[in-house]
C-alpha cells in the first residue's frame, strides 16, 4: 500500500513549464516538482537569472531542467514558447502560471497601459499559453494546470486595484478551465499565497509593522516561507490530485479563516 501512495505523488516522467522561474514562488515550485522527479522548463526574460535557477534546481532537485527567454507578455510568440519548450523533454504536461506583477499604484494613478500590463501578465497569458498547451497534455493522456492565485482573490488591499482585479479574475479563470479541460483528463487549480517573501512583497517585507501585522493577521501566527509551498505544488502537479479541479486552495497560515 506505501508504494502505491508513494507512486502517486510521483512526478518522474513529467514535464512541467514553469512561467515567472526565475525567482520566488515560480522558481520554488519549480524546485519542488523537480525533487518529485520532474524535468521543467523554466520561462522569464531574464536569462542570468533563468541559468542561475536551473543550476540551484539541478543541485537540489531529482531531475533537469533548461531555461528558455521569452516574454510572455507577447502573446503573438506563446505558441512558440510551447514549441521551444516541448524539444528539451517533450511536450509540457504540468503548467505552472506564476509571472505576475504588481505595480501597487494608488488607484488615481493606474494608467490605461499599467492596467493593461497588469491584466495581460496576470491574467490574460495564463490562459493563451495554457491552450497552447492542450493539444500536447490531450495526446499524453494528462495534464495539471496550476494558477496562482492571492489573497486578493478574495478581498481587497490598499494599492492593488488592477492586480486585485487580475487576481479576482485568475480564480474564475481557473474554475473555467476546470469546466472546458476536465473532459480531457486536464484538471485547472490554484493555489493562493498569504504573504511570502518575494520580488512583488519586497516593499511589504521592508517594512517591520507591516510584517507583523500581516503575520498576527493569520491562524498559524506567522508569514509564510517558500519551502510551505512545496507539498501543495507537487499535490496538485500528480495523479493524487487526479479527482481534484476547479479550486483554489489557500496557502497563507489561515490569513483567510480568520
Not at 543541485?59 to 505558441?79: F, I, K, M, Y
Amino acid at each position: 500500500m506505501l508504494a502505491n501512495i508513494q507512486q502517486l505523488f510521483d512526478l518522474r516522467g513529467r514535464v512541467a513549464l514553469c512561467t515567472g522561474g526565475s525567482s520566488g514562488i515560480g522558481r520554488r515550485m519549480a524546485l519542488a516538482l523537480s525533487q518529485a522527479g520532474a524535468e521543467v522548463v523554466l520561462v522569464g526574460r531574464n536569462k542570468a537569472a533563468l541559468v542561475e535557477a536551473i543550476e540551484q534546481i539541478e543541485a537540489e532537485g531529482g531531475g533537469s531542467g533548461v531555461p528558455l527567454a521569452a516574454d510572455l507578455l507577447d502573446r503573438s510568440t506563446l505558441g512558440d514558447v510551447v514549441a521551444e519548450a516541448s524539444k528539451a523533454f517533450g511536450a509540457p504536461d504540468i503548467l505552472i502560471n506564476a509571472a505576475g506583477i504588481n505595480l501597487r499604484e494608488p488607484w488615481n494613478e493606474i494608467s490605461e497601459d499599467s492596467w493593461q500590463q497588469t491584466l495581460d501578465i496576470n491574467l490574460s497569458t495564463p490562459f493563451f499559453l495554457a491552450r497552447h498547451c492542450i493539444e500536447g497534455m490531450k495526446t499524453k493522456g494528462q495534464g495539471n494546470i496550476i494558477n496562482v492565485a492571492s489573497l486578493q482573490s478574495y478581498r481587497a488591499f490598499a494599492n492593488s486595484m488592477a492586480y486585485g482585479a487580475s487576481k479576482g479574475g485568475i480564480a474564475q479563470l481557473t474554475r473555467a478551465m476546470a469546466e472546458a479541460w476536465s473532459p480531457l483528463g486536464i484538471v485547472s487549480n490554484a493555489v493562493a499565497p498569504g504573504f511570502f517573501p518575494t520580488e512583488l512583497t519586497r516593499k511589504v517585507y521592508e517594512n517591520p509593522e507591516l510584517l507583523a501585522h500581516n503575520a498576527g493577521m493569520t491562524a498559524i501566527g506567522r508569514n509564510g516561507e517558500l519551502s510551505d509551498l512545496d507539498g501543495v505544488t507537487v499535490f496538485l502537479a500528480s495523479a493524487a490530485a487526479s479527482y481534484i479541479t476547479g479550486q483554489i486552495i489557500s496557502v497563507d497560515g489561515g490569513f483567510t479563516a480568520k
